[in-house]
């Protein structure tokens, strides 16, 4: 059985400081590993992926990836109160099936 | 430009009662996925499609469930008999040819089964 494991939080972060978001994950064979953002109500929105071991930077978001111990992380500088959104993590297998977390719902406190 | 549409966004169903989802992919992507999401949880896989074909199908939860893309755009999920569990969030999600990763989902079409 295929898995990514999210804490569902909440997770509460004062405004300006860095918020870190974890996933792990149970398919070796997963590749590929996605960041999406969903408001409440609304649709998934991608934030960003990662395919190799190590960080990828884009703006205020960078994505971590350790393969050897199935963690994929995301961390948020400088956050803001429209960050606050439930941060979903997807791995996806060698047949381009995505494999969802329940998400983790963050908090951004002003 | 136009982004992935969702038709109906609402859809209220007496138990029994056959429902169809309408998904217009962005143009030119090639893969479609179907998603269900329960309230809480994250989306779970139903049927994914390249072009007119169904690659995929093994998320479907039952045979009461069919998705068909007879001409490799619009995308139809049909639910029959539909129960009162197949009450949720349908979410649809394209990708372009060269980044199938890459799901641009559509707003979804919320199913509430009475």
């Known amino acids: 059985q295929k898995e990514v494991e999210q804490n569902s939080g909440p997770l509460s972060v004062p405004e300006g400081a860095i918020a870190s978001l974890n996933c792990t994950y149970s398919d070796r064979g997963s590749q590929s590993f996605f960041w999406y953002r969903q408001y409440s109500g609304k649709s998934p929105e991608l934030i960003m992926f990662i395919y190799s071991n190590g960080d990828k930077e884009d703006g205020r978001f960078t994505a971590q990836l350790n393969k050897a111990s199935q963690y994929v992380s995301l961390l948020i500088r400088d956050s803001q109160p429209s960050d606050s959104a439930t941060y979903l993590c997807?791995?996806?297998?060698?047949?381009?099936?995505?494999?969802w977390g329940a998400g983790t719902k963050l908090i951004i406190k002003p | 430009g136009a982004g992935v549409s969702q038709s109906p966004r609402y859809k209220v169903a007496k138990r029994g009662q056959d429902v169809a989802l309408r998904c217009d992919p962005i143009?030119?992507?090639?893969?479609l996925f179907w998603y269900q999401q329960a309230l809480g949880q994250g989306p779970e896989f139903l049927t994914y499609f390249q072009n007119e074909a169904q690659l995929d199908k093994s998320g479907l939860p039952s045979d009461r469930f069919f998705a068909e893309r007879p001409e490799g755009s619009v995308s139809t999920l049909k639910i029959q008999r539909t129960q009162q569990e197949d009450s949720a969030v349908y979410l649809c999600?394209?990708?372009?040819?060269?980044?199938?990763?890459?799901?641009?989902f559509g707003p979804g079409t919320r199913l509430l089964v009475l």
């Open positions: 999600a394209s990708s372009p040819p060269r980044e199938p990763r890459l799901g641009y």
């Open positions: 997807a791995g996806q297998d060698s047949n381009y099936q995505l494999i």
């Open positions: 143009s030119g992507h090639v893969s």
